[in-house]
């Protein structure tokens, strides 16, 4: 089991970067995969990145591709996500998640198959 915290959020200009950590108590957080959603207001929670256990593959959704870039750092239980270019559209709560059964599987896109899920960071950008 892990409690994933994430920080990082803020207001940011159109254009400008951010970078969202998620830190995860738990000693199996390196055997779980990791997945970033965001949700804005008046809109289902969407999928925005994840990554394997090992860090070895990445998956981004279409509108932040070339933008973000999720990574991870297993000694540390710390996944994180860097957002470049940020635009208005971007803006929305984003959560951290973790996925207990991935460690013989692709990560999800699905949030229903997160478990462990974090109180979210805001993420405002300004145009």
């Known amino acids: 089991q892990v409690q994933p915290v994430e920080s990082g959020g803020g207001l940011v200009q159109a254009g400008g970067s951010l970078r969202l950590s998620c830190a995860a108590s738990?000693?199996?957080?390196?055997?779980?995969?990791m997945g970033w959603f965001r949700q804005a207001p008046g809109k289902e929670r969407e999928f925005v990145a994840a990554?394997?256990?090992?860090?070895?593959?990445?998956y981004y959704t279409d509108s932040v591709k070339g933008r973000f870039t999720i990574s991870r750092d297993n000694a540390k239980n710390t996944v994180y996500l860097q957002m470049n270019s940020l635009k208005p559209e971007d803006t929305a709560d984003y959560y951290c998640?973790?996925?207990?059964?991935?460690?013989?599987?692709?990560?999800?896109?699905?949030?229903?198959?997160?478990?462990?899920w974090g109180q979210g960071t805001q993420v405002t950008v300004s145009s």
């Open positions: 998640a973790a996925d207990p059964d991935a460690y013989y599987r692709s990560p999800s896109r699905n949030r229903y198959a997160y478990e462990y």
């Open positions: 738990g000693r199996t957080f390196s055997s779980y995969a």
């Open positions: 990554i394997s256990w090992s860090g070895s593959s990445t």
